[in-house]
């Protein structure tokens, strides 16, 4: 029976994973499969989805070493079809890369993949030539005399003289009036536009706010006088905030019309951030940067390469106030959040311990730590924790868990007591307490001296008082006994008096022997060489393991022992926005630099994004790769250090 249930869910999954399979087309084209080194040419990534099967988003490309990419720059596009009386609707997105090859040869790209519905769907990889500069022959173009004008050519797109007449997603129909326009996001309504064909503008929902405090950041795309592409080339900087993608909250929002002062615009939402700032004071957003690629009112191209950025903004942030704030509230905590907590086992013997399991669950900021009650003859250790986020649209929710160790020193019932955790809640504007019982634990006390037949605990035997043995009395008369040899009175006392000092000073020969052993294996263990092959070694350990997030950080480590012994640079100190700077100063040529950057950027998506075993195989290749490359500036660095 049970064989036959799991053969059925096996192929009930295997179903609706088909289904949506086929709900989902995935497509790729290459823009040309020969290219000279330097010359550039897209990659287009093309998804249909039928109606109500989700909106496709977060397109990414494998691109392999000797190949740079830009982008990608993002479409939409909506398809309605009538076969046999049957009205089918898609929605798709094109998401365009721009690459450039580095080196000649021949180069796999891809696969391009999307998310459809929490579900990522690839395609398939596609191979260019790559070669040198001049070699490749050159393109002839068709003579536009060699056919003739077809007006029908003017609905598909394939007049050589204009090209595309209508763009993906916009119909022969005209354009609507100001009171025909269907429903759209009130989000997207706008004062007054900030641009006379493009603009971006940024907006946060709230300017005042306390430390620790979800504030959401969102930018909006509008252009006329037709639909238009973007491509975003540079997010904006919030150094002083923890930043989270809000991927429920439509991060590349579809495209509307929309009005703004008797106008006809085209919008759409395309980032979404939620913000948690870390210090109080006069915050800022930096700018948003976008490429616009417009259409005009008949299809034609309106503009093209129009580069634009959102405002900047700042955001109030203060301390939470002092008013009723409570003994033990730590700066940062600010939310609505519940507390459980489970210890396990209640009877233990003294000096065992116990486990204690707490939850912190809510909407906000987690809490980095907790303040578990204090006591003496309690001993908390340091918890491990574990976390889980979770996007709600427009908040972010989650999870911690902190799994404590408790010792106890002294027998008896002990009453742990309540675990409390003080926080600010931003809604009711008010500080509010979450907490949990502990309860009692049972501590049985634990003999350290074995029993005795025939004696009590407590009592003494008269045959360990050493005097009482000394003096007992004689039981008949006779010769008295000689006294007994005294140490002072032998020979071989002088012998260990010399051998005293001997011993000494081989003990201290010992010593001395075994420092400079102990510090020569130090060096050995800290030598850079033997460093870089540890981190490697734990790397390929953690991938073999499946365990991808233990394989980005030691590739993490990896990469800033690699800066640190090559151009004397302690780069965890340095902004990640300010590192390629730093590293050009110090002589490192650009490519080392990229690699060096991408690596640990490949780090952070793999333990913040997407722990994929596959691009953590990867990740260890490029790093074994780069050490070897940086062998000889570390070594050199060594040489000239004293």
Known sequence: ??????????????????????????????????????????????????????????????????????????????????????????????????????????????????????????DRTVEVEVVA?????????????MRGFDPFDLL??????SGPMFPPGVNLLPNPTLDELPNYPPDLNI?????????????????????????????????????????????????????????????????????????????????????????????????????????????NSAFRNVQR??????????????????????????????????????????????????????????PQRLDPPEQTGVDWLEPTTTQQIDDQRDRIAGKRQFTYVVRFERPGTIELGTLKFHYFD????????????????????VSTKPAVPGQT??????????????LHPRKKLGAIAAPPDYLAEKRSLFVWILAGPLLSLLL???????????????????????????????????????KPLDAATCVERLVHLLIEHSVDLRSRAVLRSDLANQLASRGVDAGTITKLVDLLDRCDHLRFVEPALGDAQTLVSDATALASLMAASIAQTQRRSP
Request: aromatic residues 6%; hydrophobic residues 40%; charged residues 20%.
């Open 1 to 122: 029976m049970s064989r036959l249930l799991t053969t059925s869910t096996a192929c009930l999954v295997a179903t609706v994973s088909l289904q949506a399979a086929a709900a989902a087309q995935v497509s790729t084209q290459l823009s040309s499969s020969r290219v000279e080194v330097g010359q550039q040419f897209t990659l287009q990534l093309a998804c249909m989805v039928d109606s109500g099967g989700g909106s496709p988003a977060d397109p990414r490309l494998v691109v392999p070493r000797g190949i740079s990419a830009q982008g990608p720059s993002i479409s939409t596009q909506q398809n309605v079809s009538i076969i046999n009386g049957r009205v089918q609707q898609q929605s798709g997105v094109n998401a365009t890369w721009a690459l450039v090859a580095n080196a000649p040869g021949r180069h796999r790209i891809g696969p391009a993949s999307i998310v459809i519905n929490g579900q990522r769907y690839a």
């Open 309 to 366: 950025k959102s405002q900047p903004l700042e955001i109030v942030v203060e301390d939470p106030p002092m008013s009723g704030r409570p003994a033990g509230y730590h700066i940062g905590d600010v939310g609505n959040f519940t507390l459980t907590a489970n210890v396990e086992p209640r009877r233990v013997n003294a000096s065992e311990s116990v486990s204690v399991q707490v939850e912190v669950s809510g909407v906000g900021q987690l």
């Open 508 to 546: 201290f020969a010992g010593r001395i022997s075994r420092r400079h052993y102990s510090a020569w294996r130090a060096r050995a263990k800290g030598s850079v060489r033997v460093l870089v092959d540890n981190e490697l070694r734990a790397a390929r350990n953690a991938v073999n393991a499946h």
């Open 191 to 299: 004062d007054k536009p900030r641009d006379e064909v493009a603009f971006l503008d940024a907006r946060v929902t709230s300017s005042r706010i306390v430390v620790g405090e979800q504030v959401t950041l969102r930018i909006y795309a509008y252009g006329k006088p037709g639909p238009f592409e973007l491509g975003v080339s540079g997010e904006p900087k919030r150094d002083d905030f923890l930043s989270y993608q809000n991927e429920r909250d439509n991060p590349v929002g579809p495209l509307y019309r929309i009005k703004i002062d008797s106008e006809i615009w085209f919008a759409r939402k395309i980032l979404s951030y939620a913000l948690f700032p870390t210090k109080s004071g006069r915050l800022r957003v930096g700018e948003t940067e976008a490429n616009f690629a417009g259409a005009g009112l008949l299809g």
């Open 457 to 470: 605990p407590n009592a003494e035997s008269a045959s360990d008082d050493p005097l009482l043995a000394a």
């Open 156 to 161: 598909n797109g394939s007049d050589p003289f």
């Open 426 to 445: 931003p809604a009711a504007r008010k500080y509010a307490t979450a907490s949990a019982e502990l309860g009692r634990i049972e501590v049985a006390a």
């Open 133 to 145: 500069r001049g070699a490749s022959p050159p393109q002839t173009r068709p003579s536009r005399r």
